[in-house]
């Protein structure tokens, strides 16, 4: 297990869960049914209750959808976080009926127009404070506040949605509401990678909700959104996830399933990006594997990797083991040592330096003497 110092988040209670403080990163998903649907929705929350969701969100367009809620929360004992989309006022009827109440910064401004984003918050924090209800702020990269987006050049699309945020917390707080948690979501993993790590240096005490928006498909979307919570949950950042996947909602387990097995696996070292994760000891990392394996003897050199550097392990240094050709010679690049697994042979690599390619049975002693060599100049 790598010891993964958490951010020092504050907590955040959702119904029976809660996030923060080093509590177990929770997995959430969500519902694509017309709440309208109560059979069918609460069949879609009963399956992902039972693959072990935390959290479910369902999202409310217009008054009778947020009306059926109430029904909805009869049928079942999960906890329930609800979208607000672009009616704010719909908190009022939802509110008693949730855990948790979503509303998206970009979204105060289509209601209402004339009034104050601020009074629309004040609107729903004391509705959220009167019903026992956590409160997200979540930021999303296709509806960002638009005087922020004014304010910066069109390619700076993370600025804007980080003041966004931060401004938010702010006002909470002013507000004494301390019970939220924000997320900055964006379709491309490595703004959603920059944008959080910004927000966490500001606000390290406030919890993050991470996700990759429209990931996509599996095993594609499952890809991208590991490659940024492996950069962010490494370093100590995210308290609660959500994995996005485009599946059939008799499917819709398959993100509770995917965000569990990224964070075992993370936890574990297994990673498809060379991850830091800030600790002042030698750092094995070892792709997940997948399909793409070229030699089944990847996953035993991966275990002698560890055992026959373990004589290394008070030295801050990087050892990478990649399973294939497609991603290995990228993915070692940012590595101390990096070694990516051919049919017949491995590649040994320092750095982003080519050092040659060895058959499975000579690359352990070829390994250790470049790390001994590493060793001797540090
Ligand atoms: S490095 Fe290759 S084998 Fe390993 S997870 Fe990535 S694509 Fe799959």
Request: hydrophobic fraction near 40%.
């Amino acid at each position: 297990m790598v010891d993964i110092q958490r951010n020092k988040t504050r907590p955040v209670r959702i119904g029976t869960v809660t996030i923060g403080d080093s509590n177990p990163i929770a997995v959430q998903s969500m519902t694509a049914t017309k709440t309208t649907d109560v059979d069918a929705t609460v069949q879609l929350i009963q399956l992902m209750h039972d693959a072990g969701a935390d959290v479910i969100r369902i999202a409310v367009d217009s008054r009778k959808d947020a009306a059926a809620l109430a029904e909805i929360r009869k049928q079942t004992p999960a906890n329930l976080s609800v979208d607000l989309q672009e009616n704010y006022r719909l908190a009022e009827i939802v509110a008693p009926h949730v855990d948790k109440i979503r509303y998206n910064p970009g979204h105060l401004y289509h209601h209402e127009t004339e009034k104050p984003w601020q009074e629309k918050v004040r609107f729903i924090a004391a509705l959220a404070a009167d019903h026992d209800c956590a409160i997200r702020v979540g930021v999303n990269c296709g509806s960002v506040d638009p005087a922020k987006k004014e304010k910066y050049d069109a390619d700076d699309s993370i600025t804007p949605m980080l003041e966004s945020a931060l401004e938010h917390c702010q006002f909470l707080d002013s507000l004494d509401f301390t019970r939220y948690c924000v997320s900055l979501k964006d379709s491309d993993p490595s703004k959603v990678v920059e944008v959080n790590r910004r927000f966490a240096a500001n606000r390290p005490d406030v919890p993050l909700h991470l996700g990759v928006t429209e990931a996509g498909m599996p095993p594609d979307g499952v890809i991208k959104t590991r490659i940024a919570f492996e950069q962010l949950i490494g370093k100590g950042i995210g308290d609660t996830v959500r994995v996005s996947l485009t599946v059939p909602n008799a499917r819709k387990g398959e993100e509770i399933a995917a965000g569990r097995e990224i964070i075992s696996d993370i936890y574990a070292g297994r990673v498809r990006s060379v991850v830091d994760f800030n600790t002042n000891s030698l750092n094995i990392i070892s792709c997940p594997s997948c399909s793409r394996v070229e030699n089944e003897a990847f996953v035993e050199l991966a275990e002698q990797v560890k055992a026959m550097t373990e004589y290394a392990k008070e030295h801050a240094i990087t050892i990478a083991v990649m399973g294939c050709r497609v991603n290995g010679p990228g993915e070692t690049d940012d590595a101390d040592l990096g070694l990516w697994c051919g049919p017949k042979v491995v590649n040994l690599k320092k750095g982003t330096e080519a050092l040659g390619a060895f058959p499975y049975d000579e690359i352990l002693p070829k390994l250790k003497s470049e790390l001994d060599k590493l060793i001797g100049s540090t």
